[in-house]
Every structure is written in structure tokens, then in C-alpha cells.
């Protein structure tokens, strides 16, 4: 029998698709056999030949990275057991617990009280943890509802570990109907505990919802001192940092890890850097008053699922061979209420499936921005097989200077010492919180991160609005390896934006930030050619950092069946030619080859098409105005702006009971809609063209042809949201300024067409 202490923390699980790969071979031989026929046929046609030339060289490119993406598939299973043979419980590493919220209205505060209860009631020993809520909203409300909570968590927490409770965010535990039945938790002494407990968070939430709602004055709710919160703006205030609790209890089976409110300074002309600001700014201030090795780090929406999260994600980041080698564990994003068949796209399932467990058989997942585990050491800039700050050695000795005045250069000098201590796996920490209030201060300050390396080599990176996907690069730039842990049940749940405005403004908010990547000095092929990253990691980070880039030829591609109709010309086959079949191939392989992926995932045929057709609508949408947000950038005419997603918590514990209102496309003035509806009224005019017979005689007659015609038809299939939306009224139906601009271009386009 083998040793415990010799057998591995976690397993390396492979998944083999051999059906998929043979799938994929096909597809790739079809997308080429196409160049070629228009390559060999260059000669004979014209413009549009090209056009479609270009774009399919564009679809082929795009094919070739997702099978590199998909090619060895790869999940990993903890042994926690193992873990708590060789580390006793009281010995295991302490966690920093991150929280960011942005906006108290966009981002209500009850969703963000949920999720700071469910980190606080983790399986975790509470002396071992502390969690910091980052408010840039700077809302007072926020900070009266994490003030309230503070009180209900101390009877949350220890009931969740006395009796086990699986969901630890109370708004789900409490909705849910079974959480009274089973066979541990019948006992009265239960239903009573239970009974109180619900009582007591209703109360907890009417409270703040008055507070919202009635806009009641916190400072008149409760005695604590609001006058840091007077006078003061969203954009233009002080830091203001508040020890919400304390743990002064760390072995008492009624503890309560720490809980500690920031709001950083912000001043109108000082960049603050959004997200990537404030997750540094956590960084600095838990790492003065805690600095735990470990730091676990999710958005306000997203509350833990799976209350052993942290000791399995241990399992990968503890033992020799991990120490030098992995530098974050990953969760996959999942939704709870997610609506049925996902009619929005944007649950992103099959994506986490595929994709994801396929990145993670190269170097490890991208960092997504949260449900993400990180290496303190490797936030501050480290590489593997690291040497000890402060020994001597050639890349501590930089140009002369000792380590010393080396990290006061990289951190600031109030941060040095603590980053030292972390960097040498120094665990000194004060005895009180309060004592490092005056310090923390100091690092929270919006010209802290001056002269020094913040947000360049050390901490969350600076340069894009995607800051988790380059924060995540540079580390693997480093030549760390990531983990990407999907457990059953999810680890963590979090709301997904619902209808049409929400979900375009967070998909263009990913397609400027990954470009802005792509484009800049921290584009993957430079970390291939001058640092760590694998070649096929690059591949991988190409495949998401081009989302946006998508837009152009996914237009230029749906104008041509058009195009083709209204000028009576071709791009596609004739039916007479043996290459007709081609496209009807392409067409029928990766349909199969994707509805088998979402077959297999458990999802419906209707949610495949649901998630089809939105990928047509975002790509012309969101995308294409992520891509001139970035040319207006690169022109010095606009900048970037970080946009939050408006989060909304279901209220509703009966599946189904709003899907079909919920399920519905709906639109606002924003100019996201143009392209779509544009492109749609093209379409049916151009069927519209041919169905009277307006079209021009055929040149060298050579005519469009019924390849044109169906995909017109399949496009008008897609964009069938846009079609309901034109007689639609209220959110559900399209703006008549839309309309009146999209006609405008299809009318421009259309004279360009046929003069």
C-alpha cells in the first residue's frame, strides 16, 4: 500500500474525442478544398470573389486555433483527504477573500451581501481567512448593508458548519424548498435554528431594501460613524477603510473570519484603472493587515457554491512540484436561474466545456477575472523556480542597487517589508487590524502607485478592460501553468445580464479589452518569440484576444448573399458546378459537429440555435463597435471606458414562472442594433429584388444562384429578433431612430449596388 504522503494532492484527468477530432479534420479539409476552388477560380469573378477569398481565409485561420483549443482535453480532480493527512487543519495556508462591486445600483447591495456570507461561512478555518470588500462606488448604502450583514453572519456562519448547509449565500438557501428535508437535517432543533435564521435574514433584507428603495439615511439606522461619507462623489473622494469585523475569537466554534470595507481613493484627474486599480489596492491593503499567501478573488454576483472550494483548490497549489509550477486554480463562470435554453448566449456552458478543459491540456486556463485562486508570490511579479528576495544573487542585485531598494523601486516603501514577507513565505502579520489602518491608508492613496511597478510588472496589469485576461498572460508569459477546476456542484454561481442591452454592453466591453491586448506590447506572440509562453498557449490567447476582429469579415460575409442578389452576380458555386457542395458541406459538418457538442453538454437542439444565432448577432453588434472603440483609441480621439454590467437577483423561486417575458430580445437607443437591423433590411430587400425579378441581366451569364438565396433566407432566420423587434413596441421593439438609420445605410448600400 502506498504512502499517503507520496500519493499526488490531485489527478490530471484527460477526456479523448476522437469522433470531434475526426469532425474537425473534416471541416478543416472542406474550409481548405474551398480556398482552392476560389483560388483556382480567382481569374473569373470579381470583387466579391475576393471579398469571400479573405473572409474565408479568415474562417479557416479561426478553425485551426480552436482545434489547437479543443485538442487535448483536460479536467483535474483534488484529493482533499490526502491534503488533511499531511497539513492538520489549524496548519493549512491562510486566504485573503476579494470582493469588488462597483456601482450600488447597477450592482444592488443584497447580491453583494450574499456573496460575502457565503465566503465567510466557506469550509475553511475562520482564523485562516479574511475578506475585503473593494467598493468604487464609494456607496454608503453599501457599507450599511455589509454593517448589517456583519450581525447575521454571526449566527449564518456557524450554522452553515454545524449542519452542513450546501448553499451558503442565505437568498439561495432560504428560496430553495428542499433545504428543510434529508436525513441530517430533520431534527427540531434544525427546523427551529432554520426557522430563526430565515426570520433574521428577511429582516436583514428588508432593512437594506429600505435603505435603498426609501433612501433612508443609513447614519439614522444605526450608530457608526457616517460622516466619512458625507459630501463626498462617486469619482472625487478620500479612501476610507472600515474593520467591519474582527476575529478575536480564531479557535471558538462561533468565529468569524475578518471582514474589512475599502473604498480607495479617487480624484477626477488621477486614472484609477477600474478593476485593475482596486484589485491592487486590495492587494496592498490585505497584504499590510493579513497577508495571506493565498488570495481567492470573485465578483459581488458571484457567491461560493461548493463550500470546500478553497481546501480543493489547496490540493493543486500546495506540494513541491506545485510550488514552482502552477500559479492559479480557475473555476469555470456558471449562472444560477439561467434562463431556459439560454436564449441570450451568454451562459457560455459548452465554451467552459470544450474550450476551457482543451486550454487547460497546454498551459492552464485563462485568468477570467473571477472564481479564481491566486499565488500571492506570483501577483508581486515572480517567476518559477524563484530565489529568495533578499539573498544574494544576479536578478536581486539589478544596476547596483541592493533587494532593498529594489522592492521600495517595484511595491513603494510602505509596502517593501510586507512584499518581502511574501515573497519569502514570511507569514508576520499584527496582531490587531487596527493597527494598520494608518498604513493602509497610505497604499490606498491615489498617487501611491507612482514611481513604482504597479499595474506594469507587479500586481493586476494595467492597459486593457479586460484586465483579467492580462493579468492571467502575463503570468503565464512568466512560464507558470494555470489549473482550470470544474467541480460538480459549481464552485461558484453568479447572475448572467439578461436581454439585449445588458449582454451587448458586456460583450464590447470584452472585444475592446482583448483587442486593446492583441494589439499592444503584451500581444501573446511577443510572449512566445521573447518570453515563456508556449507556442500553443499563444494560439490560444489569438483565438480569444480576435474576438472582436470576428466583426469585420462576419459582415463583410453576411453583405455578400446580398450583394450578390441585388447586382445579380455569384460568390458562392453554381449549381451546375461540382464545387457547389462545398459550401453545403461546410455548412452541414460544423452544424452537426457543434449541436453534438451541446447534445453531449446536456443542452437542448433549441439552445444550440439559440446560441448560433447570437453569435451571429453579437459578431455584428458588440464586437464590430468593441473594434471602432479601439481604432478611436488608436486615432486619439475617444478613450476606452470600463462599462459595468447591471446585475439583477432573481426573485422568483419557481422555475419558469417569468421565462416569457425574461427570454424576450429587447432594445434600447444604443447604436449597437444598427449593424444587425441594417443587415437585416438588406437581406430582405435584396429577397425582396429578386422575388419581383428587379435584378440586372446576369454578367458573362453568370447569375446569382439558390446558394446566394439561402443564405439570405438563413440570415434573416438568425437575425429573427430584429424582424419581431420592427413591429415590436416598448423595450421589445426597435427604436424608430434605428430604423431610420439602418434604412438610411441599406438605401446607401443599395444605390451603391446597382450604379
Not at 477546476?485 to 482583448?514: D, E, H, I, V
Not at 472603440?629 to 417569468?658: C, N
Request: glycine share 6%; proline share 6%; hydrophobic share 40%.
Amino acid at each position: 500500500m502506498a504512502n499517503s504522503h507520496s500519493l499526488p494532492l490531485y489527478e490530471r484527468v484527460e477526456h479523448r474525442n476522437t469522433l470531434h477530432k475526426v469532425m474537425e479534420f473534416i471541416m478543416l479539409f472542406l474550409l481548405l478544398s474551398l480556398l482552392v476552388y476560389r483560388l483556382l477560380s480567382f481569374n473569373k469573378h470579381g470583387l466579391s470573389w475576393f471579398i469571400a477569398l479573405l473572409c474565408e481565409l479568415w474562417f479557416t485561420f479561426s478553425w485551426v486555433i480552436t482545434m489547437n483549443n479543443k485538442w487535448n482535453m483536460v479536467n483535474h480532480k483534488p484529493y482533499p483527504d490526502r491534503l488533511l493527512q499531511r497539513v492538520p487543519k489549524d496548519e493549512l495556508p491562510a486566504v485573503d477573500l476579494f470582493v469588488t462591486t462597483a456601482d450600488s445600483e447597477l450592482e444592488p447591495p443584497i447580491i453583494t451581501i450574499n456573496t460575502v456570507l457565503s465566503l465567510l461561512a466557506v469550509d475553511y478555518p475562520t482564523n485562516k481567512l479574511a475578506c475585503y470588500v473593494s467598493d468604487d462606488g464609494c456607496s454608503p448604502i453599501t457599507f450599511y448593508s455589509l454593517m448589517e450583514s456583519s450581525k447575521f453572519a454571526k449566527i449564518w456562519v456557524p450554522f452553515c458548519k454545524k449542519y452542513n448547509v450546501q448553499v451558503r449565500a442565505p437568498s439561495r438557501y432560504f428560496t430553495n424548498n428542499s433545504t428543510l428535508s434529508g436525513n441530517n437535517n430533520s431534527s427540531m432543533e434544525f427546523k427551529l435554528e432554520w426557522k430563526r435564521l430565515k426570520d433574521e435574514y428577511e429582516k436583514l433584507s428588508r432593512k437594506i431594501e429600505d435603505a435603498v428603495l426609501k433612501s433612508i439615511n443609513p447614519s439614522d439606522m444605526i450608530e457608526c460613524d457616517f460622516s466619512v461619507f458625507s459630501n463626498i462623489q462617486r469619482n472625487d473622494h478620500p479612501t476610507i477603510i472600515k474593520v467591519v469585523l474582527e476575529n478575536k475569537e480564531a479557535h471558538s466554534n462561533q468565529s468569524v473570519p475578518h471582514l474589512v470595507y475599502i473604498s480607495r481613493e479617487k480624484r477626477p484627474k488621477h486614472p484609477h484603472h477600474a478593476k485593475a486599480g482596486a484589485m491592487n489596492v486590495l492587494t496592498r491593503v490585505s497584504g499590510l493587515m493579513t497577508n495571506s499567501p493565498y488570495m481567492l478573488n470573485v465578483d459581488c454576483d458571484m457567491f461560493v457554491n461548493s463550500p470546500n472550494i478553497i481546501l480543493h483548490a489547496m490540493c493543486m497549489l500546495l506540494g513541491p512540484k506545485n510550488e514552482n509550477e502552477n500559479a492559479f486554480v480557475q473555476c469555470p463562470q456558471v449562472f444560477y436561474d439561467g434562463l431556459k435554453d439560454d436564449p441570450f448566449g451568454n451562459q457560455m456552458i459548452v465554451l467552459w466545456k470544450y474550450v476551457a478543459q482543451g486550454i487547460s491540456g497546454i498551459q492552464g486556463p485563462f485568468y477570467s477575472g473571477t472564481g479564481c485562486v491566486h499565488r500571492r508570490k506570483v501577483i508581486y511579479g515572480l517567476f518559477p523556480n524563484f530565489v529568495k528576495v533578499g539573498e544574494t544573487n544576479a536578478k536581486t542585485m539589478m544596476k547596483g542597487k541592493s533587494a532593498d531598494e529594489e522592492l521600495f523601486h517595484m511595491f513603494g516603501k510602505e509596502f517593501a517589508k510586507s512584499a518581502a514577507n511574501a515573497l519569502n513565505g514570511k507569514a508576520e502579520c499584527p496582531d490587531m487590524l487596527t493597527t494598520t489602518i494608518e498604513a493602509a491608508y497610505q497604499v490606498a492613496g491615489v498617487d501611491y502607485e507612482y514611481g513604482t511597478h504597479w499595474g506594469n510588472k507587479v500586481g493586476w496589469m494595467y492597459g486593457s478592460t479586460t484586465e483579467d485576461v492580462l493579468t492571467g498572460l502575463s503570468i503565464h508569459n512568466k512560464g507558470w501553468r494555470s489549473i482550470l477546476y470544474a467541480p460538480k456542484p459549481p464552485a461558484f454561481l453568479g447572475c448572467a445580464p439578461t436581454g439585449g442591452p445588458a449582454s451587448m454592453t458586456q460583450q464590447k466591453r470584452w472585444a475592446t479589452g482583448l483587442l486593446e491586448i492583441l494589439i499592444s506590447k503584451n500581444c501573446p506572440i511577443f510572449g512566445t518569440l521573447f518570453a515563456n509562453l508556449q507556442f500553443r498557449q499563444c494560439l490560444a490567447y489569438l483565438w480569444i484576444l480576435s474576438w472582436g476582429l470576428r466583426s469585420v469579415p462576419e459582415l463583410c460575409y453576411a453583405a455578400l448573399p446580398a450583394y450578390s442578389i441585388i447586382t445579380n452576380s455569384n460568390f458562392l458555386p453554381k449549381d451546375q458546378d461540382p464545387a457547389y457542395y462545398i459550401p453545403l458541406a461546410v455548412f452541414v459538418v460544423y452544424s452537426m459537429y457543434t449541436l453534438s457538442e451541446y447534445l453531449r453538454t446536456g443542452l437542448s437542439i433549441r439552445a444550440w440555435w439559440n446560441n448560433q444565432r447570437m453569435g451571429r448577432i453579437t459578431a455584428m453588434s458588440a464586437f464590430f463597435f468593441g473594434v471602432v472603440g479601439v481604432m478611436l483609441k488608436l486615432l486619439g480621439i475617444s478613450e476606452t471606458v470600463f462599462e459595468v454590467t447591471r446585475k439583477e437577483q432573481s426573485t422568483s423561486s419557481d422555475e419558469g414562472t417569468e421565462d416569457t417575458e425574461a427570454g424576450k430580445f429587447t432594445f434600447d437607443q444604443s447604436p449597437f442594433f444598427i449593424p444587425p437591423t441594417a443587415v437585416l433590411l438588406l437581406q430582405l430587400t435584396a429577397l425582396a429584388t429578386a422575388l419581383l425579378g428587379l435584378q440586372p441581366p446576369a454578367r458573362d451569364g453568370v447569375g446569382s444562384g439558390s446558394l446566394e438565396i439561402m443564405c439570405s433566407v438563413l440570415l434573416v432566420v438568425c437575425l429573427w429578433p430584429f424582424l419581431k423587434g420592427l413591429f415590436g413596441s416598448g423595450k421589445y421593439g426597435i427604436p424608430l431612430s434605428t430604423i431610420f438609420k439602418s434604412s438610411g445605410l441599406v438605401l446607401f448600400i443599395y444605390t451603391l449596388c446597382r450604379y
